[in-house]
């Protein structure tokens, strides 16, 4: 987009302060990860749950200049404002208009599944033949959707995008900003689900966003899709694709048989092509892409062609560990100009003192000068110590780049030339087209690489905060548990992103986690919920917060303070004793808890107390119990205190079965990871942990012959058995010896045979098709957390707390 803010102003009806002149090219709606400030503006959007207006001060801090924002918040001469009913709406009607400016082919994709893999792949599919708009990732939502549009320029003759809803009445608003000429609805599944009615209600909504598509292509597998589509939608030409019968589209060859290839009918027409991944999400998507491509009258052969080329569409960002004290962000899976800022919006989560990039040549793209500049100026932005680039194309162009600047023509030849070997202390950010294998570099910068890896999904940790955020009001503050090495999940790697996230407070368990927290760069405040007595230097020292449940942790604590010449009031917590009996002041004892606060330079920050069963249905009049004593107590504290602190009682359960009771503050732990007891609640949620690793060694095993030590296991018939590199002191408990454990491998539940070892185990593979170096899951999919911790006799928190610290942490954001 080119606008001046003038013209925006005319086309939102919004109203202007300031120089009208004023080009306006992005539009940013998260501060954090402005990566760009050139003619950019800042857009404070308001939700339920934000208010965007927070972070005006920070854009304008990293040099923004433009604001569109409900309100304006204060005067300056440099700041031009865009103000607005709405900043929803006004996102909105700047799309609509914008789009209706450009006569590109619109495809538009809804669906509960699949958006984003049959959009990438479309793209993949048809850019070299056309010229190719898309939604960034999985931008699909009021907010999304209108900044994908506003992507579309003068040159673009296909735009596909996707758009997605999780409650009722949002296609409508969708579909009055874009309504594509071709329509593609994927598989309809359970996803937000909740938040309809009914699965009818769910499709029709999401049917609304084809109302003047000429065409739709459709997963015809669900009966009610099915006959809905052909009812509601009975004048358009409608393409069905699936595996059931009565699709225009369909597969007709036996997809579970590796050594067939997969058949397609095509109307009268076959297609045959073989087929690496053969999951039925996979092919159905396939599918869709064939009925498109067939519908832009490609030949077979080019369709098969292009099928073959597909790239299984890896849209995440891993972060490594790197020697010398590096961080590696690896992006080597695509590489074209949306992903480079989606990069460089990633990137800026992170404070790593010096930043460097591997940049390969990109492979698509026509006009390669205008490209490489756009580029470069993307680049020159972002103040990189060093660069290093790879490649014919963009070697030739080293000029543009203003940092220090190295070329070479193959990836191979960087990795020779060891300039990497010296960088300490950096950010190292690779991004590579595929076919440069800039993937090697990771492996040779990260730290020890290791087979069995617990890999965290960040995503997934934010997405179950969100889940219980719905249940609370705004305004309620959420404290995360991170004690235990965030229930096994990491260090600091997880506070820094709960931080990054805003969340109010963090929970450590003793002094030494939250100082290790500190050291690291954490700034949110931190309650120790357990500070031993030797421990209050540090909490004084680190700024921590401690939780106070007795007169004589009071009385320690304060006499720390007087001997430390601690000035102003410190910030206590006072724990309530109220059912769990473990720790905290008893209601008889709150008289005398006032007299001795009043003595004291301390500050009660909090009053709060632990649900003994939260998660525990048939104990839900003792839980009312407790909270019903905890409100008591607490009002009376209060009361004596004459200020009101705030007040937290609930833990994640709590959260999801008791959220009436929220008080002014929750504090979640397990429900981070994505366990939760409540049954409804429970598919809402993505696991966040997985712990992997893979097939050291496959052995033939003859009847008789006996696996491990002590000879526990013998073999009851011919078999084979794998070797897996994970044993009790990474976590995996010699209890499930022996058939009382299993993994998946292939996805498939495979038991543990002979005794667990303390660095491996054995599982039988019987005639299962699985290879030396196959991957294998302990736990989260088959089996899942919860069915592990049932083999091992406990509960998911012992499980994840179990896993041995030499367990590398891997961390995977989107
Ligand atoms: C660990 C802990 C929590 C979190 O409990 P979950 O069941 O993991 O949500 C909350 N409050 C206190 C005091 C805790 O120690």
Redesign the pocket.
Same mark, same amino acid.
């Given at each position: 987009m080119n606008y001046t803010a003038q013209q925006i102003a005319e086309i939102t009806h919004s109203q202007l302060i300031g120089d009208g002149t004023q080009l306006v090219k992005n539009i940013a709606f998260d501060s954090r990860t402005i990566y760009s400030t050139k003619d950019t503006a800042f857009i404070a959007i308001k939700t339920q749950q934000n208010n965007g207006e927070k972070y005006i001060a920070s854009a304008v801090e990293k040099g923004i200049s433009i604001i569109i924002a409900e309100k304006q918040l204060f005067e300056s001469d440099s700041i031009v404002w865009l103000i607005t009913d709405n900043t929803i709406d006004f996102l909105q009607k700047l799309a609509r208009h914008h789009l209706h400016q450009f006569s590109l082919q619109t495809i538009g994709i809804a669906g509960s599944n699949g958006k984003t893999i049959v959009k990438e792949w479309l793209y993949q599919s048809l850019c070299n033949d056309f010229s190719v708009v898309k939604s960034p990732k999985s931008f699909n939502s009021q907010i999304g959707l209108p900044l994908s549009l506003l992507q579309i320029n003068a040159e673009h003759q296909i735009g596909i995008f996707e758009a997605g809803i999780s409650q009722p009445n949002e296609m409508h608003r969708l579909e009055q900003i874009f309504s594509p000429k071709v329509g593609i609805l994927t598989h309809i599944g359970s996803a937000h689900l909740a938040n309809f009615e009914s699965e009818a209600q769910l499709i029709d909504e999401k049917l609304q966003l084809f109302s003047k598509s000429e065409i739709l292509f459709f997963n015809g597998d669900n009966d009610l899709v099915y006959r809905k589509i052909n009812e509601i939608y009975s004048t358009k030409t409608l393409i069905s694709y699936g595996f059931e019968p009565h699709n225009d589209i369909k597969i007709t060859s036996d997809w579970n048989d590796r050594q067939e290839d997969i058949s397609v009918q095509y109307f009268d027409e076959v297609i045959t092509f073989p087929a690496q991944q053969r999951d039925a999400a996979t092919l159905s998507n396939a599918l869709a892409i064939i009925a498109i491509l067939k519908h832009f009258g490609f030949e077979n052969e080019i369709i098969i062609e292009k099928l073959n080329q597909l790239k299984s569409v890896e849209m995440r960002l891993e972060s490594a560990i790197g020697v010398r004290n590096n961080l590696i962000i690896n992006d080597s899976f695509n590489l074209d100009l949306d992903s480079l800022k989606i990069a460089f919006q990633f990137i800026k989560e992170y404070n790593k003192p010096e930043k460097v990039l591997v940049l390969t040549d990109f492979v698509e793209g026509k006009d390669l000068n205008t490209l490489y500049d756009t580029v470069a100026q993307l680049i020159n932005e972002q103040n990189f110590d060093k660069i290093f680039l790879v490649g014919q194309e963009i070697t030739k162009r080293r000029n543009l780049f203003h940092s220090e600047t190295f070329t070479f023509s193959t990836t191979n030849e960087l990795t020779d030339s060891l300039h990497l070997n010296k960088i300490e202390n950096s950010l190292i950010l690779l991004k590579g087209a595929r076919k440069f294998e800039i993937e090697k570099l990771k492996s040779l910068l990260e730290l020890q690489k290791h087979d069995t890896v617990l890999e965290v999904n960040l995503n997934a940790v934010l997405h179950n905060i969100n889940v219980h955020k719905s249940f609370l009001k705004p305004e309620t503050k959420m404290m995360a548990?991170v004690?235990a090495y965030s229930y096994g999940l990491g260090g600091y790697e997880i506070a820094e992103f709960l931080q990054h996230h805003h969340i109010d407070y963090l929970?450590v368990a003793v002094a030494d986690e939250g100082a290790d927290l500190r050291k690291n760069g954490i700034t949110t405040p931190i309650i120790v919920?357990n500070p031993e007595q030797h421990s209050y230097n540090a909490v004084i020292e680190y700024n921590l917060e401690p939780n106070i449940y007795s007169f004589r942790v009071l009385d320690l604590f304060h006499k720390q303070l007087k001997q430390a010449n601690f000035v102003g009031n410190f910030p206590i917590h006072i724990k309530i004793e109220t059912g769990m009996h473990r720790l905290g002041f008893k209601e008889f004892e709150i008289d005398e808890l006032l007299q001795k606060l009043k003595t004291m330079n301390v500050k009660v920050a909090s009053i709060f107390s632990?649900l003994s069963s939260a998660d525990v249905p048939e104990e839900r009049d003792y839980t009312l119990n407790q909270i019903a004593h905890f409100q008591k107590v607490s009002d009376r504290l209060m009361s004596g205190l004459g200020y009101t602190p705030i007040r937290h009682i609930l833990? *994640? *359960?709590g959260i999801l079965n008791y959220p009436e009771h929220q008080f002014d503050m929750v504090?979640?732990?397990?429900?981070m990871v994505g366990v939760s007891y409540n049954e409804k609640i429970k598919p809402l949620l993505q696991s966040a942990v997985t712990f992997k690793s893979v097939i050291s060694q496959i052995s033939d095993i003859q009847k008789g012959e006996s696996i491990g030590y002590s000879r526990k296991y013998i073999a009851e018939e011919n078999t084979r058995v794998a070797t897996i590199p994970v044993g009790y002191a990474d976590g995996v408990p010699r209890l499930l010896s022996n058939k009382n454990g299993f993994v998946g491998i292939k996805g498939k539940k495979m038991p543990i045979v002979g005794n667990v070892c303390m660095d491996m185990m054995m599982v039988e593979l019987k005639d299962l098709n699985a290879k030396e170096g196959d991957e294998v899951v302990i736990f989260n999919g088959e089996p899942s957390l919860e069915e592990f911790a049932v083999y091992c006799n406990t509960i998911p928190y012992e499980v994840l707390t179990s896993i041995s610290r030499r367990v590398k942490r891997v961390y995977i954001k989107n």
């Open positions: 548990m004690k929970g919920m632990h833990n *994640s *359960s504090r979640i732990g397990i429900g």
